[in-house]
Structure formats: structure tokens, C-alpha cells
């Protein structure tokens, strides 16, 4: 294996869903850095495949229909429900079209690190905003990021924000703003969360549109003392001043560097080496092209540092076998003859992820979090599905002896260890067992 | 693969226990291979349980389960139960003060004992109480609590004060052997409290695994589960899993045979969306299936009521109550429903005062209940915290620290020394 072959290969499945062989070739001979220029630039711009992706129409959320019960509330919780599998759907589509992978690795990022859920949510149209704003506005000032979801509907709605008054604040937005998006455990008392609360008192939605304002008599105007600041701070203060805490962009870093390279905590020096790309404009495109240049980025540590989160292996697998989100050939003519009812979105909740709606506000966890008895049946009955809906003409054409190797160069891995070589020759003989074997292999599983 | 035996009513028999709650003679290396399903890789599949120690542990009996021979049921309710409406001081003035809107009057509410009621939408549990099934222990918290979430689970689900570490029913996986039937959760992932540094519960969907027919693609799985030496770390985890999952269908397709629970595990077929009752309804028919496993773990969400509270607690609890009581009947079918106990834990309860938004905040202190036919129910265990001595957030102060509900399941559901598992001792409760 050619070194600039492997690195570039490792960049494209963490910047990304993996490469397909002719991108690698590419890619590793236009260089390594080369390939991290490519990618970043991706941040900004048009993307022609995630674009073509046809975006149906979401609505906000309305009134109750009619009672609990009733014929009109059945058909708006069905509308409802079915909506909400769009969204899925059509983000699911556009991971899988994308032509700038790291902006959508980037945004189920965000996602995750936002975490926020539709269950609570019950806003398509809010979900779907929320999703663009980490789209458009993910690779910019993480300030400006901050500050726009916050005053997004979905996040309002979620962390309850918009119920935050005067006589008796809420403090679900104020401590989660601490201790998930921007500062950590411990960098942060129980006294700057009811300080922080009274500072988004008075915050509201729209409920026809969702667009934000601030009702003058629902604000606390008094002052607060707040991470070692006293003024008479509103939100957007509370925000700046907690992006702006020492402590905020080696939690925001370690974060990146967690779910790009490996687990690290805000203290590791990989780190530090990262806070002056990430400047006092807290830059996440110039923190994330740091990260990707990075030497620790390619090191053994990193190669063995993370298992794929669900979506990223299903949509990685779809592209690599030249499968939509819904299991079809994206090149052959009608090749339908495997018409399968579960799309990606719903393989995914099966591995434990379900795009919208993770578990809690502090996201889906990592590694081990994906790994147990559950998830390792789901990886193999969706591998199979998978194999079996895939073109393998390529594979049947080549010699039994030969397609292990040519597994791993379709999937853009390096190869195979002994153990998952010995494991795939006695599959070699059935190409979609061949090809679903390699999908449940350790070497697979990880990122 | 043959048919089980069966009874004279022709109900299939429950296969033979032996006194450690251990199968016997059922599961031979023959069975266990056809039960998996696996033709061309019966070899291969062979070697990885006989390397894992798990077919000669069992036929030696070495890694038996102590004299208690009990089983723990854990149901985590996630976001922070209110446990002040729950087991509701609603004759307290203090509590009616403190929550105008969210409170109930001392009328609504379903009354146990000392001027506590349980909340109105569990009749079911109430009934269970007077039938001396179900106990509620009050005022369970821990020092220094966090008002976080995530670290409060920690602090629950690892059993240490800093929340680091292996989870605590991990701790007692570590030290008590390698089979994957022990401990059994139901949903996709599992929770750290099930996760040690050596071994791991099973994380199931349902009551049958069913693995995919492509024989080949089994040999393939199966093989690639395999140990490596060439593995790193996280791909032996991933490995690993695979190979336990192969057991577990091996021991469920033994345990069940053609006895599967067919009405369980077709509701599950859609798995991942699994609503709380029917993970119950698993739980119970592999406990009646005589499953060897002692700790289940199951799960409820969205008890993190920070705004319009009542009427989504209220739906929580009745949703709490239906499921617990249909899975005491269930057991109660079965020989083993006095050596079940049922319990739930939550990071924490909630303020005492409600907020703006007719919700509360994160708070401290609540109350557990515990359920089962062998539980000393119809009382109350710990003391009730005051509603008006608040520590300075508000919240209430504990009085039954959480490692002492532990303590009391490991000693007597799981018979170890709780000692063992905790890193120190903690008063042992009467209800079991």
C-alpha cells in the first residue's frame, strides 16, 4: 500500500464517507495536502450532488387538528410522522449524493454536539432549518454558530428556551449552553446557570415562521453576575461571554478532535496545538484544516482511535457499492429487482442512531457506545441487504483467490488483517456474502 | 433441529435448571452448533466457543451463580424522574406552596402511608402496594449531587462519586465469569452501568436472533468474530460482540426452541422502536423461559419535564404502570416470579418549586419504587425529606444514599458481597 494511498484514504473516511478506488488514485496523486485543500474548500460554495437532491416540503407546526383522537388529529400525526421521514430521508440522500463530503461530516458533527431531538421538537420545518444553519454556517465563527442556533425554533423548542420568564426562569438552555455546547463540566458554577437563565428571559419564537425576538416585558434587565462578569447581560451576551471563556476553545477542540482523530480530552497537547488556528474568531474551518495537518491526524493511535458512527458506515457503504439511500443502483438502468423497504434511516436507528432524534442533548457517544451484541446482529442483517443490492458483476468476473483484495480497494481500505483475510476466503465463493462479510469486519466497523 | 419436549398439556417444558440457575443437559456442543444455524462454519464457530471458555465453564458448572439465584430487573428512567409527583406529599403545605399548578390535592392522589400518595395515574402500582408487591424507598440521592445530567448518570451508572470508571453491574459481570446470558439489556445500546472493563451485557431487541440465511455469510461473520492476535483494540470489541452475539442465539435458540415467544418477538420486529412494555414483555418471557440471566436492564425516556410537566409526567407514569404491572402477572406464570425484583433508578429528581413554564427544574433527592412478589412491599423505606430545609438550590436533601439500593440487590438478589462491587459498604434495606 502506497503511504500517500493510505493517508489520503483515512482523510476521506474521516473528512468524509470514505472515497471510491478512482478518487483515491486521485487524490493520492494530487498529495496529501493537496487533498485537505480539496476538502475544506468544499466548506463553502455549491455542492452539485447534495443540491440535486430533490427537498420536499416541510411544514412548521401547527395547532392541535381537532381532540386527542380524533379523525383530524390522526391525520395531522400522520402527516407529522410522515414529514419527519422525509427529513430523515433527505438527508440520508444528500450524505449519500454529497460531492463536499466534509460539509456534511461537518454538519451530522454539529448535530450531535447540538444535540437536538425531534421527539420533543414536533417541528419538521424547524429541524430541517436547524439543519441548514449547521450546513451553511458550520465551517464559520463557532460564536456566530452559537448564536444562531440558539435563536433557532428547534432549539428553542428543545431546551425550552422560549418558556424562560421573568418571575421564574427555565434553566434548561442556560446549563446545557455551559456544559454541552460551549465550556464543559467544571468550568462553570450552579450560580451562572440561574444567572444565565435570567439572561434568555424573554426569548420567543414566531410560531408562523419561527423567526426570533425578544419580548421587552419577559426580561430580566437586572444585572447578573456570570463567569466572573456582572452586567445586566441578555443572551447573546451570556453567549459571547461564554464562547469567549479560557475554557471554551479547548472543550470546543477536543470535541473536533474527538469525533475527527481520536478521544482526547480539552488538556492534551494535540489540543493546544490546535488554539491559535482557532483564533479569538473561534475559525472551525482553520481549527479543522490545523486537525487534518496535523501529524498526530495520521498516526497508529488515530487509525485504530474510532469506530464509524452509524450513518457515516451506512451512507460510506452505500457510496462505495454505488447505492442510493433507498438501496438502488445509482448507475444501472432499473436494477429495482431488489426493492427493499428500509432505507438508510431506518437501518441507522437500528444501529442505534436515528438521524433527528438522538437519545439526550449530549448526542450519541462514541467507540464502545456503538459496539454490542444489538448493534453487531443489525450490522450484519443490513450487510446482507446490502450486498445483496449492490451490482457485483466486477467481483463475480474476477477469480475467488483474488476478491478479498478487491473487496478492500471497492470499500477504499488499506487491506485486510489475517485474521478478517482467513474470515473472508470462506465467503469468497458467494460475492454478496463476500461483500457483506467485509461490511460486519472490525476493519470496516472502524473509522 | 429437533423439537423441545412437552409437557402434558403439550406446552413445551421449560428446559431442566440446575440449583446454581445454570441449563443442564440441553446444551450440548451438538445443539449448540445446529442452533446457530451454521452449517459450513460449524468448525469455525466451534473453536470460538471453546476458546471463550463458555461451553466447558458450563459443563463444569465452575461459573455458577451464587445460592441467590435472584433476579434483578433494573428500568432506568431517563431525564430525571419527579419523584415528588410521583410519590406524591400532597397533605405536605410546604409541597401545594411550592407547586400552585403542578401540585395534586391531597384528594387526587392515591395514598400509601404517612400522608404520601402515589400519583393518580398509577392505580395499577397502588393495587400492587396493597398487595404487599411493591415498596417505596424515599429520598435516595448521593453527596455533593450535580445537577448535570450526564454527570449524575455517571455518578448512577458507574456507583462512584467522580461518575468514572466500569459501570457497577459491569464490576459484578468482571467478577463473576464470561457468559453473555447473565446480564441481558433490551435496546440498541447498552448502558454503561452494564459495561465493565473486561466484560459486557448483551444488548438484545428481542426475545429470538435470527441471523441472516446466507450460510456463507454466517461462516464469513463467524470467522471474522474470531480472536486475532492482528486485531487492535477496538476491532477485538467489535470481534468480540460478534462472537457473544453468536452465543446468545445459540443459548435463546436452546432456551426457547420452538417455544419462542412469538407474540413478543413479533411486536419487535421492527427493532429499535421496542416501546417499554414490550422490552418488559421480553424480560419476562425469557425469565419464564428459564433463562440463566440475572440482571435485565430496560428503559423509559423523556422525564426531563422542564415545561407543561403534568399532563407528560402523568402520561409517563400511566405508560410506568400498565407495562410494570403486566410483566408481575407475566412472571407470576412462571416458577421463578418470588426470586424477581423490579426497580428503577434515575440521575435524579426534580426541584421542589415548579418553574414558569409549569415544569421543574433538575433537582437532587427521589423516590424508587421496587416491585415483585418476594419484595417486602406495602411500606416505606427511608426517610422523607423536608420541603422546606432545602439545600441552597432548592432542592432536597438526601437520606438513602443510592449505593444502599444497590447493596441490598447485590447482597440479595445477586448474592455477592456488596462490598466487592461498590468499593465500600452501604447500609443494607429490608425490602428484600
Same mark, same amino acid.
Given at each position: ?277 482557532? !483564533?479569538? /474568531?473561534?475559525?472551525? $474551518? &482553520? #481549527? @479543522? ?5 496535523? *501529524?498526530?491526524?495520521?498516526?497508529? +493511535? %488515530? ?111 488499506? !487491506?485486510? /488483517?489475517?485474521?478478517? $483475510? &482467513? #474470515? @473472508? ?5 458467494? *460475492?454478496?456474502?463476500?461483500?457483506? +462479510? %467485509? ?9 | ?432
Amino acid at each position: 500500500m502506497d503511504p500517500v494511498r493510505s493517508d489520503v484514504a483515512l482523510l476521506y473516511r474521516r473528512a468524509g464517507f470514505g472515497a471510491t478506488p478512482a478518487q483515491l488514485d486521485a487524490a493520492a496523486s494530487a498529495g496529501y495536502e493537496a487533498t485537505v485543500e480539496t476538502l475544506i474548500a468544499g466548506l463553502q460554495g455549491p455542492d452539485p450532488g447534495g443540491d440535486s437532491v430533490h427537498v420536499p416540503a416541510f411544514s412548521h407546526a401547527t395547532k392541535p387538528a381537532g381532540p386527542p383522537g380524533s379523525v383530524a388529529r390522526k391525520a395531522q400525526q400522520k402527516s407529522l410522522a410522515g414529514q419527519y421521514r422525509e427529513l430523515q430521508s433527505w438527508w440520508a440522500q444528500r450524505m449519500v449524493a454529497t460531492s463536499t463530503p466534509l460539509r456534511e461530516k461537518l454538519t451530522l458533527f454539529w448535530h450531535g454536539h447540538f444535540a437536538t431531538g425531534f421527539s420533543k421538537v414536533r417541528d419538521v420545518a424547524a429541524m430541517y432549518d436547524q439543519n441548514q444553519l449547521l450546513r451553511s454556517a458550520g465551517g464559520g465563527s463557532f460564536e456566530a454558530l452559537v448564536q444562531a442556533v440558539a435563536k433557532g425554533e428547534a432549539m428553542m423548542r428543545w431546551l425550552d428556551t422560549a418558556t424562560d420568564k421573568k418571575n421564574h426562569p427555565n434553566e434548561n438552555f442556560a446549563r446545557e449552553l455551559m456544559e454541552l455546547f460551549t465550556l464543559g463540566l467544571g468550568n462553570y458554577a450552579q450560580a451562572d446557570v440561574v444567572s444565565a437563565a435570567r439572561g434568555f428571559t424573554g426569548w420567543v419564537t414566531d410560531p408562523r415562521d419561527g423567526s426570533w425576538h425578544i419580548q421587552p416585558a419577559q426580561h430580566d434587565d437586572g444585572y447578573k453576575t456570570y463567569l466572573g462578569h456582572t452586567g445586566n447581560y441578555g443572551g447573546e451576551d451570556i453567549i459571547h461571554l461564554a464562547v469567549n471563556d479560557p475554557a471554551s476553545a479547548r472543550f470546543v477542540l477536543s470535541k473536533l478532535w474527538s469525533h475527527f482523530a481520536y478521544p482526547v480530552a480539552p488538556s492534551d497537547q494535540v489540543v493546544s496545538d490546535l488554539l491559535a488556528a482557532y !483564533g479569538p /474568531g473561534s475559525d472551525v $474551518t &482553520a #481549527a @479543522l484544516k490545523a486537525l487534518f495537518l496535523h *501529524p498526530a491526524f495520521r498516526s497508529t +493511535t %488515530a487509525r485504530q482511535g474510532l469506530v464509524k458512527q452509524p450513518i457515516a458506515y451506512l451512507v460510506g457503504a452505500a457510496r462505495s457499492l454505488g447505492l442510493s439511500a433507498t438501496l438502488e443502483r445509482t448507475q444501472a438502468a432499473p436494477a429495482t429487482s431488489h426493492p427493499l423497504a428500509q432505507g438508510l434511516p431506518a437501518m441507522s436507528t437500528r444501529l442505534a442512531q436515528t438521524l433527528f432524534d438522538p437519545p439526550n442533548v449530549g448526542g450519541w457517544g462514541q467507540n464502545a457506545y456503538w459496539i454490542d451484541t444489538a448493534t453487531s446482529l443489525a450490522r450484519l442483517d443490513i450487510a446482507a441487504q446490502m450486498g445483496a443490492a449492490a451490482d457485483l458483476s466486477a467481483l463475480h468476473a474476477s477469480a475467488a483467490s483474488a476478491r478479498s483484495e478487491a473487496v478492500a480497494i471497492m470499500l477504499g481500505l488499506d !487491506g485486510w /488483517g489475517p485474521t478478517t $483475510t &482467513a #474470515a @473472508l476466503n470462506h465467503a469468497a465463493g458467494d *460475492p454478496i456474502s463476500l461483500v457483506a +462479510t %467485509a461490511l460486519t469486519a472490525p476493519e470496516y466497523v472502524l473509522e | 433441529m429437533s423439537a423441545p419436549p412437552t409437557g402434558p398439556t403439550g406446552q413445551p417444558e421449560p428446559p431442566p435448571v440446575g440449583d446454581d440457575g445454570l441449563l443442564r443437559g440441553r446444551l450440548t456442543r451438538r445443539r449448540v452448533l445446529a442452533g446457530a444455524g451454521v452449517v459450513a462454519g460449524a468448525g469455525i464457530l466451534g473453536a470460538t466457543l471453546d476458546q471463550r471458555g463458555w461451553l466447558s465453564s458450563t459443563a463444569n458448572g465452575t461459573r455458577g451463580h451464587s445460592s441467590s439465584g435472584g433476579i434483578a430487573v433494573l428500568v432506568t428512567l431517563y431525564g430525571g424522574n419527579d419523584g415528588l409527583n410521583t410519590v406524591v406529599p400532597a397533605s405536605d403545605p410546604a409541597y401545594r406552596a411550592a407547586r400552585p399548578d403542578l401540585g395534586y390535592q391531597p384528594g387526587e392522589v392515591l395514598p400509601l402511608a404517612d400522608g404520601l400518595g402515589l400519583n393518580p395515574k398509577m392505580p395499577l402500582m397502588k393495587k400492587r402496594w396493597d398487595d404487599r408487591q411493591l415498596a417505596v424507598i424515599r429520598g435516595v440521592g448521593y453527596p455533593s449531587p450535580s445537577l448535570s445530567h450526564f454527570q449524575s448518570m455517571d455518578i448512577w451508572q458507574t456507583a462512584q462519586p467522580d461518575g468514572t470508571g466500569s459501570g457497577w453491574l459491569g464490576r459484578w459481570l468482571d467478577a463473576t465469569g464470561s457468559d453473555p446470558m447473565r446480564a441481558i439489556s433490551l435496546g440498541a445500546s447498552l448502558p454503561p452501568a452494564m459495561r465493565g472493563e473486561r466484560q459486557a451485557a448483551t444488548a438484545i431487541t428481542s426475545g429470538t436472533i435470527t441471523l441472516p440465511g446466507r450460510s456463507p455469510l454466517v461462516a464469513g461473520f463467524a470467522a471474522c468474530a474470531q480472536p486475532g492476535s492482528d486485531r487492535s483494540a477496538l476491532e477485538a470489541s467489535v470481534a468480540g460482540s460478534a462472537a457473544e452475539l453468536l452465543q446468545v442465539r445459540s443459548s435463546l435458540a436452546s432456551l426457547t426452541g420452538q417455544a419462542a415467544p412469538a407474540s413478543t418477538s413479533g411486536r419487535l420486529a421492527a427493532a429499535g422502536t421496542a416501546t417499554f412494555g414490550d422490552q418488559l414483555a421480553v424480560v419476562a418471557d425469557l425469565i419464564n423461559a428459564g433463562a440463566p440471566t440475572q440482571v435485565y436492564q430496560v428503559s423509559l425516556s423523556s422525564f426531563d419535564t422542564h415545561a407543561n410537566e403534568k399532563s407528560a409526567h402523568e402520561g409517563l407514569l400511566a405508560n410506568l404502570d400498565g407495562a410494570l404491572d403486566s410483566f408481575l402477572t407475566a412472571v407470576a406464570r412462571g416458577p421463578r416470579a418470588a426470586e424477581v425484583v423490579v426497580f428503577t433508578v434515575s440521575e435524579f429528581g426534580r426541584r421542589v418549586a415548579q418553574n414558569a413554564s409549569g415544569g421543574t427544574d433538575h433537582g437532587t433527592a427521589s423516590s424508587l419504587l421496587v416491585a415483585g412478589h418476594g419484595v417486602r412491599g406495602g411500606r416505606l423505606y427511608g426517610d422523607q425529606p423536608s420541603l422546606t430545609s432545602l439545600d441552597a438550590n432548592g432542592n432536597l436533601r438526601w437520606t438513602v444514599d443510592f449505593r444502599s439500593v444497590y447493596a441490598t440487590i447485590l447482597a440479595s438478589t445477586l448474592g455477592v458481597e456488596p462490598a466487592s462491587v461498590l468499593g465500600a459498604s452501604f447500609p443494607v434495606l429490608g425490602f428484600l
